[in-house]
């Protein structure tokens, strides 16, 4: 709840729902999503978040406040699965949108995969935010063998 409460990802949360129109939840939800595959407007040629794995022996976890002030600094952020998803479960948070972390394992007793879902408020529809998997997020999720789920609201 920390980094809900973070306003260095609050003005990073604004911008990217700011030009959706007022109420429109289901938008600001996938204003969220879009700009994971957005690039950087600063670094010609680079998405604003790189992908990349950890390092085999170590898990790495910024924080969202880190990942934003790394755009801020840098112009883009490199991040993984997890930082993807509390980046952007931070930010459905701090727009009032419960959120369920998705661990994910493609193989038996595997989780090594995690997304996001947001609650869509008029609809009650969960919608699934999968920055790694991009626009195969759905078909990516129906191959998961394992899947465990975890509600914040």
């Not at 003005?11 to 999503?33: H, W």
């Not at 934003?68 to 727009?95: H, W």
Request: net charge positive; proline share 7%.
């Amino acid at each position: 709840q920390f980094c809900e409460r973070s306003m260095i990802v609050r003005r990073f949360t604004e911008f990217v729902v700011g030009q959706v129109q007022p109420k429109d939840y289901l938008g600001e939800i996938l204003a969220i999503r879009g700009v994971f595959a957005q690039m950087s407007p600063r670094v010609p040629g680079v998405p604003l978040f790189r992908y990349t794995n950890d390092p085999l022996h170590v898990e790495f976890l910024r924080t969202p406040e880190r990942i934003v002030k790394d755009i801020n600094e840098r112009g883009f952020s490199t991040i993984d699965c997890d930082e993807y998803a509390c980046l952007a479960g931070t930010m459905l948070l701090q727009i009032g949108r419960p959120v369920r972390y998705a661990a994910m394992g493609f193989s038996p007793r595997s989780l090594s995969h995690v997304a996001v879902c947001g609650k869509e408020p008029k609809s009650g529809q969960w919608i699934l935010l999968d920055g790694v998997a991009g626009p195969r997020e759905r078909e990516a999720a129906n191959k998961a063998v394992e899947l465990l789920f975890r509600v914040v609201d």
